[in-house]
């Protein structure tokens, strides 16, 4: 669908020449990568069995050569366990993101620009939910459905969708206000165009800002219920829960406290970085 | 004589709020005739912009008859109503808000195109794009700006672009000029002029600019709350002014004189009254000078006082009857 009217000046092109101005956002982009590379990769850096593999006599031990994150109260190689813990926490925070942004998108989108009773009967539906405190849904539905990593996406996914649905349809709204929006009916667009051509661009910043930010909360929520049991069960390594182990040994082991947190913090920061910069340049008013 | 290629009757659009109804279009009735241009003035907040969005139904009317080549519109449904709108296009007041600021110039003018599949080839398509460009004016090297980028005459020129891409008959021109600069509207008005020799289109030109609906226009209708107060050729409605509240519009036209530098303007009295639920009767009442007892129990119906020449003043046109 993309004009051929573009080649010489294709924009994405034009995106990308604009990313890469901006420093941080450059920053963010290699941080990523770099995150990334590693939770694809894990299984090369480090096998996996040294991940949950226990060494009882290993226990405790301070960062060494051969152990550079030292070892946990099980004996196992922390620095696998961190290595292999990108996995889990980049997929439940991405996956759930990417989830409830479609499927909150959607809604909001269309909620925004009909209006009418499906918007109020969706705008209800998303208050009951939102009148649930976050941690408690996500308990309510993990303890209804089994703690395990599926029922876990699927338990964060539905106390973040609401916030999604708001947020699109505000801005759907006061984007479907516009006079562009009438102009484009006036030569007979579609409102499936108009939603995906004319409206969605127009939304894309603050939706993107809310989508990298959520990965980060998804990232941390998920944290919280490996933390309670609710979530990622043992031995499977997850930044959260193992934060949430490491925490008995705070003051014997403090090590075991840094990096998972180092690591959460980093992805947290490099997708918000990201999402910035991608704002920016997704918006041509914000050009050279 | 030439055909009506638009005829509206009885034309009301009532929007429904808190304390009622507010009548922005009631009982309109007019046409315009092909090649024509039919300027539409009056003060803010008249109808003037719901009249033209009800014509092209960007606004469904909330009863009336508006027939496009004889044929009425306003009973079409969407495949019917998205044939009769390749014919009939609008130019919006505000260009920078009418353009999609995601979309460079290019994608916009040929967004019509693609949208109603009436260029499918590429090349073609782009080419098509070229000579719309050339044909108002806007150089090729602005093919790929934003709009942001481009000042508000050059917008306007988008707009218009994106409006005659279709080789549409009729055009509501919803006060296309009146966001611009005096210099630049003057460019606008002589391209929408040459525009319509040169691709014989019709005009509803609305504006509250009196001096530019003279400049452009063949009849003129003068609204005031919904209303339309008066309908003449340009020539005579600016000669005779018979109804009150145009004659008072007329006069507030500034004379480049220095004998009337220290003449003071006969303005209206008070304030337009309230376009909700409004009292039967003249809505021009409370702030005519010769108001009188009987207006407050007559209908607004058109009156002509000599060919083509409608007053909705029964007063009025005694007294210029009896002149004349």
């Given amino acids: ?288 | 004589m030439k055909q009506p290629i638009i005829e509206i009757e009885h034309l009301k659009k009532y929007f429904p709020v808190k304390e009622g109804k507010l009548h922005a279009l009631d009982d309109i009735s007019l046409s315009i005739f092909e090649g024509q241009t039919l300027g539409v003035v009056g003060e803010s907040g008249c109808g003037k912009s719901t009249l033209g969005r009800t014509l092209l139904r960007l606004v469904e009317p909330t009863d009336g008859i508006i027939r496009y080549d004889g044929r009425d519109i306003t009973k079409l449904n969407r495949k019917e109503l998205a044939d009769v709108r390749r014919d009939m296009q609008i130019i919006f007041q505000d260009p920078y808000a009418s353009l999609n600021p995601r979309m460079t110039v290019k994608e916009l003018i040929a967004e019509p195109l693609i949208v109603n599949k009436i260029i499918s080839n590429k090349k073609e398509l782009m080419k098509e794009v070229d000579r719309l460009m050339a044909l108002v004016g806007l150089s090729q090297r602005l093919s790929m700006a934003y709009p942001h980028e481009l000042d508000g005459g050059r917008r306007q020129r988008i707009g218009i672009a994106r409006a005659i891409a279709m080789k549409p008959r009729f055009i509501v021109c919803d006060e296309p000029v009146s966001a611009l600069d005096v210099s630049i509207q003057a460019q606008i008005l002589n391209l929408l002029m040459d525009l319509q020799a040169e691709l014989s289109l019709t005009y509803l030109f609305i504006t509250h600019d009196l001096s530019v609906v003279r400049h452009i226009s063949t009849n003129i209708a003068v609204m005031y709350l919904g209303q339309c107060v008066e309908m003449a050729p340009s020539k005579v409605l600016f000669k005779n002014p018979v109804h009150p509240y145009t004659k008072a519009l007329l006069s507030a036209i500034p004379i480049p004189s220095s004998s009337m530098r220290h003449k003071a303007i006969e303005t209206v009295k008070g304030e337009v009254v309230s376009p909700i639920n409004p009292l039967p009767g003249c809505r021009f009442a409370q702030r005519c000078p010769g108001c009188g007892e009987q207006c407050a129990h007559y209908e607004s119906e058109l009156i002509e006082v000599e060919p083509k020449h409608f007053v909705a003043c029964p007063s009025a046109v005694k007294a210029y009857m009896a002149q004349k």
């Fill in chain 1, 1 to 288: 669908m993309k004009l051929k009217l573009l080649r010489d000046n294709h924009p994405l092109r034009e995106i990308w020449r604009r990313f890469k101005k901006n420093h941080s956002a450059m920053i963010g982009l290699y941080l990523l990568l770099i995150i990334l590379f590693v939770a694809i990769f894990a299984d090369l850096i480090v096998p996996y069995e040294k991940a949950i593999k226990q060494v009882g006599t290993d226990r405790l031990l301070s960062p060494s050569m051969a152990h550079p994150f030292g070892t946990d109260h099980l004996g196992r190689d922390f620095a696998a366990r961190v290595v292999h813990g990108s996995r889990y926490s980049l997929l439940i925070g991405i996956s759930t993101s990417v989830i409830s942004l479609i499927i909150g998108g959607l809604l909001g989108a269309f909620c925004g620009y009909y209006g009418g009773r499906f918007d109020n009967l969706v705008m209800r539906l998303m208050d009951v939910i939102m009148s649930i405190p976050p941690v408690l849904l996500s308990l309510a539905v993990v303890a209804a459905l089994g703690a395990n990593l599926r029922n876990l996406l699927i338990a964060i996914t539905i106390s973040c969708i609401p916030s999604t649905v708001r947020l699109v349809r505000s801005v759907v709204i006061s984007i479907a206000d516009q006079d562009y929006i009438e102009a484009a009916q006036s030569y007979n667009t579609s409102d499936f165009r108009i939603i995906l051509k004319y409206i969605l661009p127009n939304a894309m910043g603050p939706i993107i800002v809310n989508t990298t930010m959520s990965i980060a909360v998804m990232i941390l929520s998920a944290a919280g219920l490996s933390f309670i049991g609710m979530g990622v069960q043992p031995p499977s390594p997850e930044w959260g829960s193992l934060l949430s182990e490491a925490r008995q040994y705070m003051f014997k082991a403090p090590y075991l406290l840094y990096f998972p947190g180092v690591a959460i913090l980093m992805s947290a920061l490099s997708f918000n970085l990201v999402g910035d910069g991608l704002r920016d340049a997704l918006d041509p008013k914000l050009k050279n």
